[in-house]
């Protein structure tokens, strides 16, 4: 039986299940829910924080970037994993949609496990006060690197400003 964590209300907001079942298959690029909150609380059968850096630096290695949902305290944010600046280890790029100074330094805290030092939080749009939608916003944020990604959407462009041609070739994706 697969594990579940939930941002939020359990009852109504998402787990790493549906998170990884919108955008698990779409996106080569993409870690699997889990992954984070698994390595940074280490149960006895889930990847510890060495194997999850491994497999980040192999799919940096193979696209340039990897795509990690990170959960919390009971709160979702995605992390875009790219080469540090100095090029000899990982830097990640977090989009929360609800940044707060506790959940910043325990984000901080779990990526210092993995060995990742370079760190950058930013808000690219944000939940309403007291919502439960940040399962919602980081399933948007890989969507997002996506299409950027995938040349779909450019440089500068907004998500609202993306041709319907984009859209169409995501939606059109059999794995989506």
Same mark, same amino acid.
């Given at each position: 039986m697969r594990r579940e964590v939930t941002g939020g209300n359990i009852l109504c907001c998402l787990s790493?299940?549906?998170i990884d079942r919108v955008v698990g298959k779409f996106n080569a690029r993409y870690?699997?829910?889990?992954?984070f909150f698994d390595a940074r609380t280490a149960p006895p059968d889930s990847p510890t924080p060495r194997q999850l850096r491994k497999r980040l630096e192999q799919v940096v290695g193979k696209f340039g970037r990897a795509v990690l949902p990170v959960h919390i305290r009971h709160h979702w944010t995605?992390?875009? $994993?790219?080469?540090s600046t100095s090029g000899?280890?990982?830097a990640a790029l977090v989009v929360d949609s609800a940044p707060s100074l506790l959940t910043a330094m325990d984000i901080r805290k779990?990526?210092?496990?993995?060995?990742?030092?370079?760190?950058? $939080?930013?808000?690219?749009?944000?939940q309403p006060y007291g919502s439960d939608?940040?399962?919602?916003?980081?399933i948007l944020t890989v969507l997002r690197d996506q299409?950027?990604?995938?040349?779909i959407m450019h440089e500068g462009q907004t998500t609202a400003e993306m041709s319907?041609?984009?859209w169409r070739k995501i939606m059109a994706d059999p794995a989506f």
């Open positions: 790493n299940v549906d870690i699997e829910a889990i992954a995605a992390a875009i $994993i790219i080469p000899d280890n990982l779990g990526f210092g496990l993995l060995g990742i030092t370079e760190i950058d $939080i930013g808000c690219h749009g944000r939608e940040c399962g919602l916003f980081t299409v950027h990604f995938d040349g319907l041609a984009g």
